[in-house]
């Protein structure tokens, strides 16, 4: 099985090659643990940073996993660097490749826990936004202190950064901090943070066009009509001025270098590689998934009942480790911009919203949450890492009102559950699920005695959810002692996607439409 | 790579493919050398049956002289899951029993309490990490305590026995329970139920052992063969780098050169003896619960810094008494289960903890902090050490308990412990010195054992006169 190299906007070397992919090779001798293939990645530009000069990073190859995050992130791993002399010189050697001392763990593994410093203070900071609104209770059972640990205890933050080894932690760390600041009304540090932060991972650029949309329409136009529809007039010329200089100041000081010694073009190349793969061999639980099943159902209907002429099939299977040029069979095939548009149809609706009916700072967070999981379901190959960007938010509007929580508590456990298929040796099955169930169980008895006079899900939510467990002990237990296992393969990975895609998807509508009631109100009031 | 694990491997080898009669014996299938058993036969029965199970998902594991160093996911699994199951059966039911039935204590303050017990890194980090069977040693010795605090004594002595049988390194725990039962004789007056209960005790004991060493009780050499593997008296006052008075003293005076062997185990005796004897003599004439929490403290404290061929592991053995006390004397109890991991050092980093032991060892810092508000409440009285002050004021007018000094050398030992454990992780040791820093991680450990000895036997021989004023003030 070959490693899959990961391609699309944003989430390039995410997807390291799924499980079924053999992505992490066990070490010769036989003691070590495998490492997650991750850890090589930031391991190969820690030694890529240090060792060679500026004008060289974004052409260096030696090895597969090259350099495809914007310059802020190489200036990290050069600052990274610095500390990992101290702790074991060779991990700097490119040519050491898949190199894993005990000290190299070590370093890495305290990189990433030291960086989670900024994530606890951003954590912080929300934790300030939150109105707590029945003071006097006790600790446990304030919003601000059961929003602190749905945060900082997150299990899928926690598996992708510790286990998997990610720096999202900190990357988090600032997008919160950026989202309190426009909850404190500090618009120009909020908008700084964000551009910083897109420097530092693109992907977040799917959550640009709420940032924009918002600063331009309650900072730029500083009054609004009593009706909440925009006055012209008062279009501050002077703050548009800021929010570009910001933008373009930070642009400049991360992309200078490089536009300076005319490596612009190499950059866009290695960070948007545009190469294969509608999903990869884990399909992220999006809507191409739920299209990829019909497509696959319809094929195996239509031959059955002989509607289909099986010389005419492309042979590739779906969910083998290669990744290639996906042709769905009945249904019409999907290319790069075909997704794009969709994506932009999704986030339409609630981009109107946020424009025409702006409610204030929460109004801009529902939409930067829609944004994030509208990119996550039309989204060309996604990883279903990327369903971390729409729980850590939305754990803010999740204490607020009921209703979100009830989302909150479907996309959660689902997203969460969805995470599985990247933790698959033996050893760390007690591992995830334990903690899975600990995060779980907090979040629902939490949010249930914050809420306790609303019901917060109906029968066939929590009948769904109820059916994650046995889909689990299906697929992980039950599965591998069947006979299916050596013809079908692919069919847990298969089962867990299009499950959890169903509920993702549930929850996407449910949140979309949550952002709706605006326009409805001001028609009423017109009429 | 081949350590405890692959120890308790072979011993499920070992235990399944050979006789009884043979598992302590060296034979050409049986190389004693190679991890040979040394533990009691509870051991090997628990092996045993582990060995079954192993046989029945995956021979290989077990296989005879074929799956020496064996290692693999899979197996990891089953072992890591072996000791996860016994702790789930023994241990964590007696600590949860244990803290539901403390007394004046919320709801909340009981939950707290069992977290932090059940937090312990020291435990945890033996257990999970180095991979032994603490747990249900130390699990059997908290369900005799807990017998006998609601005065099942037969039962709790039962316990306590099987605990024996299943480590010999329970012998440090042993003569608070003699004491405390025979003070328990004693005072029911040992004419009348008291001798019943002393018979009743006796039988039950004998009873205990003759179960457990029936298999070895068929011959002389079988019995003095197992006792020979497990007291191994000629292996030297100490190996290893330990935080334990002897090789403390070995640093500054090579005694381990200077004396006989002979004379050497003397002296670990006398010294040993003389150090527990005034907290068990209070405990057979005054037997209370508390004063048997603080002498178990103490005893196993004396043991663990004077005896025979310690290893660092058994200050598990007095971290569990002094969890007991954790509500009663948060602050001092807290500082020493630090303390207790950090001398646990050089061990944990052999074993490539460095990260889980820093991470857990954080972890129970915070919950306990945060349960048990330490920093607040330093004074004479939370350090129950208000009578002994009183006595002290009667002949030295003016003396205080430096209750806030404390809170300084708490932060100071911290300090210096969180610094040898960055140094250690980091910095190469100078080429003369190989071993300077688990050397100095033993010195450091081996003072503040020392001092807390001090105090523990402070508590336990002031106790009474406190429960005598308070009466007379209330």
């Known amino acids: 099985m070959t490693c899959v190299c990961s391609c699309s906007p944003g989430t390039a070397q995410e997807s390291r090659g799924g499980p079924g992919a053999g992505a992490a090779e066990p070490f010769s001798d036989g003691a070590e643990p495998s490492y997650s293939t991750d850890f090589e990645v930031h391991r190969n530009w820690l030694a890529i940073t240090h060792s060679l000069p500026v004008s060289r990073w974004y052409y260096e190859a030696t090895s597969e996993w090259t350099l495809d995050y914007p310059p802020f992130f190489a200036w990290f791993e050069y600052t990274l660097s610095h500390i990992a002399k101290v702790f074991d010189p060779e991990m700097l050697n490119i040519q050491n490749l898949n190199y894993a001392s005990p000290r190299t763990v070590l370093f890495q593994r305290f990189s990433v826990i030291f960086t989670d410093v900024l994530f606890i203070y951003s954590v912080y900071e929300c934790c300030k936004c939150i109105e707590g609104k029945k003071a006097g209770k006790e600790l446990t059972e304030k919003p601000t202190f059961i929003l602190s640990v749905l945060l900082l205890w997150n299990f899928g933050l926690l598996i992708v950064d510790h286990i998997h080894f990610q720096y999202n932690g900190f990357l988090f760390g600032l997008m919160l901090l950026s989202v309190a600041r426009l909850f404190q009304k500090r618009h120009l540090e909020g908008a700084f943070l964000f551009a910083i932060l897109l420097h530092f991972k693109h992907i977040y650029l799917y959550v640009a066009p709420a940032y924009g949309i918002y600063l331009l329409r309650s900072y730029c136009f500083t009054a609004d009509k009593p009706d909440g529809s925009v006055t012209w007039s008062s279009f501050s010329f002077l703050r548009l001025i800021a929010l570009g200089f910001i933008v373009c100041f930070v642009s400049a000081l991360s992309l200078g270098p490089f536009i300076a010694m005319n490596q612009l073009p190499q950059v866009i190349s290695r960070l948007f590689p545009f190469k294969r793969g509608l999903c990869h061999a884990y399909w992220a639980p999006n809507f191409w998934a739920l299209y990829n099943a019909l497509d696959k159902m319809l094929c195996i209907i239509g031959l059955k009942y002989n509607l289909l002429d099986p010389k005419k099939i492309a042979k590739a299977s779906m969910t ?196 709706l009631p605006g326009p409805a109100v001001s028609k009423a009031k017109l009429q | 790579m081949f350590g405890d694990y692959e120890a308790q491997r072979h011993w499920q080898e070992i235990t399944l493919n050979l006789p009884v009669q043979e598992w302590y014996f060296n034979s050409s299938d049986n190389n004693l050398q190679y991890w040979g058993l040394d533990y009691p036969p509870l051991t090997a029965y628990h092996s045993l049956l582990c060995a079954y199970v192993a046989e029945f998902i995956n021979p290989d594991w077990v296989a005879l002289h074929t799956s020496r160093g064996y290692e693999s996911d899979h197996h990891k699994l089953f072992m890591r899951s072996t000791v996860f199951i016994a702790d789930l059966m023994i241990y964590i039911p007696a600590v949860v029993l244990y803290c539901c039935y403390l007394k004046e204590t919320s709801p909340r303050k009981k939950i707290a309490n069992a977290f932090c017990i059940l937090l312990y890194p020291g435990l945890l980090l033996i257990d999970y990490g180095h991979f032994q069977y603490n747990c249900v040693s130390l699990g059997l010795t908290l369900w005799g305590v807990l017998g006998l605090s609601y005065d099942w004594d037969i039962l709790g002595s039962l316990a306590f026995c099987l605990a024996l049988n299943y480590k010999q390194m329970e012998l440090y725990h042993s003569l608070p329970f003699f004491c405390f039962l025979l003070g328990k004789c004693l005072k029911k007056d040992l004419k009348g139920k008291g001798l019943l209960l002393l018979i009743k005790l006796i039988t039950t004991v004998v009873a205990a052992f003759a179960l457990c060493w029936l298999p070895f009780f068929t011959q002389l050499e079988q019995t003095m063969q197992v006792l020979r593997r497990l007291f191994p008296v000629g292996r030297g006052l100490f190996e290893d780098k330990v935080a334990n008075f002897w090789c403390s ?137 208000r009578s002994f002050s009183v006595y002290v004021r009667r002949h030295i007018p003016g003396f205080k308990v430096p209750a806030k000094m404390l809170k300084t050398w708490f932060l100071v030992s911290v300090t210096m412990m969180s610094l040898l454990t960055l140094t250690s992780i980091t910095v190469e040791p100078p080429h003369k010195l190989p071993d300077l820093f688990p050397v100095l991680v033993c010195l450091v450990s081996c003072l503040h054992f020392l001092l807390f000895l001090i105090y523990f036997n402070v508590i336990i021989l002031w106790d009474h006169r406190n429960g005598r004023s308070q009466k007379k003030i209330n």
């Open chain 1, 320 to 515: 083998s480790g290669l990744v290639q040029q996906f042709q769905h069979v009945v249904l019409p095939s999907v290319t790069p911009l075909a997704t794009l548009i969709c994506t932009v149809i999704a986030m339409l609706p609630s981009i109107f919203c946020l424009w025409f009916k702006p409610q204030g700072p929460r109004g801009f967070l529902r939409c930067l949450i829609v944004c994030a999981l509208s990119s996550f379901m039309f989204g060309w190959h996604v990883h279903e890492k990327a369903i971390l960007l729409a729980i850590l938010p939305m754990s803010l509007l999740s204490v607020g009102k009921p209703q979100d929580a009830a989302i909150y508590l479907l996309l959660t456990t689902t997203g969460h559950y969805s995470l599985f298929p990247l933790l698959f040796t033996a050893p760390e099955f007690p591992i995830k699920v334990l903690l899975m169930l600990l995060f779980t169980v907090y979040s629902f008895s939490s949010l249930k005695t914050l809420f306790r006079k609303e019901k917060l899900l109906n029968w066939m939510e929590t009948i769904y959810l109820v059916g994650l467990g046995p889909l689990e002990i299906c697929c992980e237990l039950v599965f591998p002692f069947t006979p299916w296992k050596l013809k079908y393969p692919f069919i847990p990975l298969f089962l867990t996607s299009v499950y959890c895609a169903a509920g993702i998807t549930y929850a996407w509508f449910r949140l979309s439409v949550s952002m």
């Open chain 2, 249 to 385: 003293l070995n640093v500054l005076l090579k005694i381990k050169s200077l004396l006989s062997p002979h004379t050497q185990l003397m002296f670990s005796f006398a010294l040993t003896f003389l150090s527990l004897l005034p907290a068990c003599l209070k405990l057979t004439l005054q037997p209370s619960l508390r004063g048997f929490k603080y002498a178990l403290v103490s005893c196993a404290l004396s043991f663990f810094l004077f005896s025979f061929q310690v290893h660092e592991k058994s200050i598990l053995l007095v971290s569990l008494p002094v969890c007991l006390i954790l509500n009663e004397v948060p602050f001092m109890s807290i500082w020493f289960l630090l303390v207790s991991t950090f001398s646990m050092l050089p061990l944990l980093l052999k074993d490539q903890l460095a990260l889980a032991s820093v991470g857990t060892t954080l972890g129970f810092g915070v919950a306990c902090a945060s349960s048990f508000s330490i920093f607040e409440n330093i004074s004479e009285e939370e350090l129950q050490l």
